[in-house]
T-cell receptor
């Protein structure tokens, strides 16, 4: 596809369940980011990959959150033992640039909206 | 205190009005400044990107950065109903990769 694709678009989970959110970045994009956007807030950085290497995971809120990008393309964000405070939109973004280039051009997907009951 | 502060609105203006959206930031290390537009239930898309102080114009949009007062602005001329969206300011440190720090977003509605 032409853009960043995320699935599922909507996910309802019971508290304590594990969830997995998938991101298909734009083909050939080196950098991939996950952001969390709570209702009425701006996106908050979670983690960053350059190809398959996770270079920054400083934004992951707890050890229940885990992200991977094993082959340097598709990425999965996994949340274990979900809590109500995990309810948010999880945005994936990709960029053709490597870390050293600063242009702010991130291409975002439409997000996965997680609701934890 | 958040690193980037933005009035959440909502802001409602008539079609054709000039819109002014603003953010302040606290960290003087920020050098790169962006405005993203986010339609309801969509991902943000980049509108404007500026480096350091000054103005940048692109069609009906003008981005302005004043580093001395840590203040960034986006002006929209001749606003249209299609401009109705949430506008997010974002900043970035040199060497910070593409990690962006976003404001909360200002919800704009342009009415006919």
């Amino acid at each position: 596809g032409a853009g960043v694709s995320q699935s599922p678009r909507y996910k309802v989970a019971k508290r304590g369940q594990d969830v997995a959110l998938r991101c298909d970045p734009i083909s050939g994009h080196v950098s991939l980011f996950w952001y969390q956007q709570a209702l009425g807030q701006g996106p908050e950085f979670l983690t960053y990959f350059q190809n398959e290497a996770q270079l920054d995971k400083s934004g992951l809120p707890s050890d229940r959150f885990f992200a991977e990008r094993p082959e340097g393309s598709v990425s999965t964000l996994k949340i274990q033992r979900t809590q109500q405070e995990d309810s948010a939109v999880y945005l994936c973004a990709s960029s053709p640039q490597r870390q050293a280039t600063n242009t702010g051009e991130l291409f975002f997907g439409e997000g996965s909206r997680l609701t934890v009951l | 205190q958040k690193e980037v502060e933005q009035d959440p609105g909502p802001l409602s203006v008539p079609e054709g009005a000039i819109v002014s959206l603003n953010c302040t930031y606290s960290n003087s290390a920020f050098q790169y400044f962006m405005w993203y537009r986010q339609y309801s239930r969509k991902g943000p898309e980049l509108l404007m990107y500026t480096y350091s102080s000054g103005n940048k114009e692109d069609g009906r949009f003008t981005a302005q950065v004043d580093k001395s007062s840590k203040y960034i602005s986006l002006f929209i001329r001749d606003s249209q109903p299609s401009d109705s969206a949430t506008y997010l300011c974002a900043t970035q440190r040199p060497g910070g990769g593409n990690k962006l720090t976003f404001g909360t977003g200002t919800q704009l509605k342009v009415e006919l």
